[in-house]
């Protein structure tokens, strides 16, 4: 039994010493006696060094191999070390980057913190300071892998670590958006409606609208969203089928982005078959002249949807302040209606006061044939979801049959 102890305590070591020599660490600094120092002190705590004396020549080691942990001069020709974090970034979420520099300023130790930095050191850096940084920032980097995966297992794993790589994937997910499209349907007409614009990106970290719209929310970029959305939907709409409605959402700081109302604004010629979905998720009181803003958009054409109807801010506020022409029932009251007293007779109420009020009502989420006939029954004859039609590129087709027709 003690041989088996101390077989187990060898290759517990064993693995220990392992784990410490695979542990690596990327030097970049253009001052070469400084990196021969620096080098020196950190193989001989076991890690193994690789050094770039420039930006350009440290991105591309980056693109070739993973590093524990990244230490960068800030003042470099070329690109700064500020810079070079920017661009680890978008190869690497998780890399500690400790930044390093011979002037120290309030300014730049604030935007390395911001960039998401894990450290600031001045030069020239004594080698405890030095080996304590690396330490340090090696154990995190081997939480920070952990947790990643441990998100992976329970979840979609998609947290994005540091302003620098939100920034990064936020970039990517502007350049790869397209618009897909989800009919909304009229099964007593078996006709389409119209479609729901709905953006989407190839950026795995922001998978969903809801993602990119919380990162474009944390950078102060909302605006760019909007305005990529409303430009991608009208090069669409030209190909569209004659007399559709479409459906754009916008979030409520849209409202404050004076391109929405230029002459020349995207949508404009479309106006007459365009409905603006503004969520009831979000609160309007910080649009202070919302409603001289809503009549400018009414003035070009525009009609005025609440969407997420019994899912966001109760009250009467934004009933009051938009005065929509459509309103948009919440799959969450959609959803098994039909097992549900409570949501039927809210469905009903909610469809019947709308329609007195010249509104018309989209029932939103309809997964099932009994939602659909459900919903019918409460005189909602609008719906939307996917018992006809995922959302897909333009523009999907959808077979529809009469809902007293046998499924």
């Not at 590093?67 to 690109?79: A, E, H, L, N």
């Not at 304590?132 to 892998?145: C, I, Q, W």
């Not at 459509?326 to 209606?337: E, F, I, Q, Y």
Request: negative net charge.
């Amino acid at each position: 039994m003690a041989d088996g102890n101390r077989k187990d305590t060898a290759t517990f070591e064993s693995a220990k010493l392992t784990a410490a020599k695979r542990r690596s660490v990327l030097i970049v600094d253009d001052e070469e006696v400084l990196v021969r120092a620096m080098t020196r002190v950190l193989e001989a705590r076991g890690y193994q060094v690789k050094a770039a004396n420039d930006g350009n020549a440290a991105i591309a080691l980056i693109r070739r191999e993973p590093f524990d942990v990244i230490v960068s001069d800030i003042q470099m020709p070329g690109m700064t070390g500020i810079d070079l974090l920017r661009v680890v970034r978008a190869y690497d979420l998780d890399v500690p980057v400790i930044l390093m520099t011979g002037a120290p300023t309030v300014e730049t130790a604030i935007e390395a913190v911001s960039l998401g930095a894990l450290q600031y050191l001045s030069k020239p850096t004594p080698g405890d300071e030095l080996v304590n940084a690396v330490e340090r920032a090696s154990r995190l980097h081997r939480m920070a892998t952990m947790k990643r995966e441990a998100l992976a297992l329970g979840g979609d794993g998609t947290q994005v670590g540091d302003r620098a790589g939100l920034e990064a994937r936020f970039e990517h997910a502007l350049e790869t958006m397209w618009i897909a499209f989800q009919p909304i349907v009229e099964p007593a007409r078996r006709r389409v409606f119209g479609y729901e614009a709905l953006l989407r990106a190839a950026e795995p970290s922001l998978p969903h609208p809801g993602a990119i719209l919380d990162a474009a929310e944390r950078l102060d970029r909302l605006p760019e969203v909007g305005r990529r959305v409303r430009s991608l939907a009208a090069m669409a709409f030209e190909r569209a089928p004659p007399n559709s409605q479409f459906f754009i959402n916008l979030h409520t700081r849209d409202l404050l982005d004076d391109t929405l109302y230029a002459k020349d604004a995207p949508l404009v010629d479309f106006a007459d078959r365009v409905v603006l979905e503004i969520t009831e998720r979000s609160a309007i009181e910080d649009v202070k002249d919302i409603k001289a803003r809503v009549f400018a958009l009414r003035s070009r054409g525009f009609r005025i949807a609440i969407d997420d109807l019994g899912a966001g801010y109760a009250g009467l506020s934004s009933f009051a302040a938009l005065e929509p022409e459509v309103v948009k029932l919440d799959m969450s009251l959609v959803r098994g209606a039909h097992k549900s007293p409570i949501r039927r007779r809210l469905i009903a109420s909610m469809t019947a006061v709308s329609r007195e009020m010249g509104m018309q009502v989209v029932a939103e989420g309809v997964e099932t044939v009994e939602e659909r006939d459900c919903v019918l029954e409460c005189g909602c004859n609008l719906l939307q979801g996917y018992l006809f039609s995922k959302p897909g590129p333009p523009f999907p087709a959808v077979e529809l049959s009469h809902p007293k027709e046998s499924d």
